[in-house]
T-cell receptor, first 112, second 110 residues
Framework: EADIYQTPRYLVIGTGKKITLECSQT?????MYWYQQDPGMELHLIHY???????EKGDLSSESTVSRIRTEHFPLTLESARPSHTSQYLC???????????FGQGTRLTVV | AQRVTQPEKLLSVFKGAPVELKCNYS??????LFWYVQYSRQRLQLLLR??SRESIKGFTADLNKGETSFHLKKPFAQEEDSAMYYC????????????FGKGTKLTVNP
């Protein structure tokens, strides 16, 4: 079934650890996005990609990095997690222009 | 870049009352706009889009070019409408990013 998947759903990790949040989509979409969202708050675009080997930073500065080696896969990595990284991270994808974006279930990250 | 503004961070109404969530856009050309909704513990999803001119879950949204607005309306709010609502421009081609409005948290009280 065509969908967008994020793993893990929940992650509690200690300060200083390296983490990778996974995002995969089976819709063949060229564009993928990462948003950071605190509960009940606005969506902050932190990274996006418009194709393989293309990544751009979003509006909110983030210490995370992303890669796009395959069309369907857009992982986000934090080399050294800190409590300030505690948040929910949403991955999305979109196809043709002027269409909607599709979101994953999100990863709720807690850094202790 | 296409930008939208949602002036209300919080909106609280009673069940059965009308509700209007505001969205204004600030770009030229033929605007296409979307409303997304995020219910508690569910993923963010499309609610409705301007071009379809449809009513979803009793919600409608009319594009007003004179006021550059795309407000979301429902004549009789229900408790299950409580959610975060985001206004957004359409996705773009090429290297353009997608930036949502800041969102409005709607609470429908019994």
């Amino acid at each position: 079934e065509a969908d967008i998947y994020q793993t893990p759903r929940y992650l509690v990790i200690g300060t200083g650890k390296k983490i990778t949040l996974e995002c995969s989509q089976t819709m063949g979409h060229d564009k993928m996005y990462w948003y950071q969202q605190d509960p009940g708050m606005e969506l902050h675009l932190i990274h996006y990609s418009y194709g393989v080997n293309s990544t751009e930073k979003g509006d909110l500065s983030s210490e995370s990095t992303v890669s796009r080696i395959r069309t369907e896969h857009f992982p986000l990595t934090l080399e050294s997690a800190r409590p300030s990284h505690t948040s929910q991270y949403l991955c999305a994808s979109s196809g043709a222009p002027a269409t909607e974006a599709f979101f994953g279930q999100g990863t709720r990250l807690t850094v202790v | 870049a296409q930008r939208v503004t949602q002036p209300e961070k919080l909106l609280s109404v009673f069940k059965g009352a009308p509700v209007e969530l505001k969205c204004n856009y600030s770009y030229s050309g033929s605007p296409e706009l979307f409303w997304y909704v995020q219910y508690s513990r569910q993923r963010l999803q499309l609610l409705l889009r301007h071009i379809s001119r449809e009513s979803i879950k009793g919600f409608t949204a009319d594009l007003n070019k004179g006021e550059t607005s795309f407000h979301l309306k429902k004549p009789f709010a229900q408790e299950e409408d409580s959610a975060m609502y985001y206004c957004a421009p359409p996705t773009q081609g090429g290297s353009e990013k997608l930036v949502f409005g800041k969102g409005t948290k709607l609470t429908v009280n019994p």
